[in-house]
């Protein structure tokens, strides 16, 4: 990912599509909660299994799980990222169904 972007770097100077002397922020806040795995035939949490989903889009939860959007942000500036975070559940209920959408058996969570 690393080398992408920066090939983006070199070709947007190469072109002189870059202002060096310009900054330009962007917050980054509509990533995926979850990842669908096609090896283990189940959904993954793109960032951990403690990030909460956006409250907007709970009704997603038990029929497109994978539509559903990770409560989190990145700020970059210039195409690189300088900071982000995340909000976490801080509720047992949706926890466990974070938990059951990511098919863990109740034995799982209380392991992981």
């Known amino acids: 990912m690393n080398a992408l972007s920066e090939l983006r770097l070199k070709m947007g100077t190469r072109l002189d599509l870059r202002d060096k002397d310009t900054y330009q922020p962007l917050w980054v806040v509509d990533f995926p909660l979850l990842e669908w795995n096609e090896e283990s035939g189940r959904y993954h949490a793109m960032h ?25 942000y990145d700020l970059v500036i210039n195409g690189v990222e300088i900071g982000g975070g995340s909000i976490t ?19 799982d969570a209380v392991e992981k």
């Open 48 to 72: 951990h299994p403690f990030t909460s989903p956006k409250m907007e889009d709970l009704e997603l939860f038990d029929t497109e799980p994978g539509k559903v959007h990770a409560n989190a």
């Open 89 to 107: 559940i801080h509720n047992e209920k949706l926890q466990k169904l974070m938990f059951k959408n990511l098919g863990f058996t109740d034995e």
